[in-house]
């Protein structure tokens, strides 16, 4: 089955707004069930009946999102093809005790989210997103999209072996944003935060706030073949199952699979949560979907035999002033395609039949893709695609975009590889 959608520089335009607009988990999983609900996908509740019709569905847990789409036809045993993402990303997050200070500056306490890269976020212009969580029992999100905050880092003056023993960064001395002068006064960042949003003061009751920077993504290079941005890991692959999942049921109704999205919160420190791919959140959901069209457990378990996931991630792209650290053979460059990504002691799910399906889904979209293995004396990453086959059984192959400055708050990477990931993604849907 093919279809007239293509992605072109255009998706790489609109994965720009896309960043731009989703600072924290939360905000990306909000534009995300935008998007979906303009290519006419509706909402559940975990906590209703679901209906065994077709169509687009899509459920939001915190900074989850799982969106599918039943094509006409489905049968209670049908599989499922699932694209896997994540909608973190490495930063600095508010403290339960927000407010302190020193030496007439007022700071705001933070603690370390999963592996930054400490270094990127000294001397930046910071806003504050995330969620904030009122006495009424409603949440709603929060944007300061402004200079806020900054981590200055201390002078050369006063640092004369920084640039040749290495910056040192301890994560509770160093790291703490000031955003302003005056004595700290418990309290105030919150206060500052409802009247920011106009809501009466006292009516916060709890908060999920990170930093961002304020930059916007940009072109970059020569040609601006290069895009330069925040949250790339792992934003790029959401925003690109996203485009690929609205597209495919936008044109294709002949389906003998259903397409999945599953975009979980929590993969940069290790995917164990409600929201997280070591959780429950997509098996239910799958299961759901079966038992909402009359199946029972054979079905599930004949849907899950056929199932596929393919587990996009960022990679390592090869790195100019420092190739060594990569496999001699296995180069990965911006613009090359998206990237295949093994590891036999499975930090990658990928096997060599997985690779064949990627292959497939690649030829078929006519994208060229590479490979990424890590060289043996470096220790290699990992993401959901294992958790993701041994926690559901399920066939499951990494794969993504290859990426410079990773866990950066401002991350590198070729301008084609996101459509050329979005075409690839869309081939596999199709099937
Ligand atoms: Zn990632």
Known sequence: MSTPVRFDRGHTDDLMTFLTASPSPYHAVANAAERLEKAGFRQLSE??????GTGGRFVLRGGALIAWYVPEGAAAHTPFRIIGAHTDSPNLRVKPVPDTGSQGWRQVAVEIYGG???????????GLAGRLSLRDGTDRLVNIDRPLLRVPQLAVHLDRSVNTDGLKLDKQRHMQPIWGLGEAREGDLIAFLEEEEGLPQGSVAGWDLMVHSIEPPAYLGRDRELLAGP?????????AGVAALAAVSASSDKLDHIPVLAAFDHEENGSQSDT????????NVLERSVFSRGGAYEDKARAFAGTICLSSDTGHAVHPNYAERHDPSH??????????KVNVNQRYATDGSGRAVFAAACERAGVPWQTFVSNNSMPCGTTIGPITAARHGIQTVDIGVAILSMHSARELCGSDDPFLLANALLSFLEG
Do not use: E, F, K
């Open 331 to 340: 180069h990965p460059r911006a613009n090359g395609g998206p990237i295949l």
């Open 116 to 126: 930054t890269l400490l270094n990127t976020w000294l001397d930046r212009d910071l």
């Open 47 to 52: 906590s209703d009946a679901w209906d065994s």
């Open 231 to 239: 949250r790339m890991d792992n934003l790029l692959s959401v925003h």
């Open 276 to 283: 997280g791919a070591d959780g429950p959140l997509l098996g």
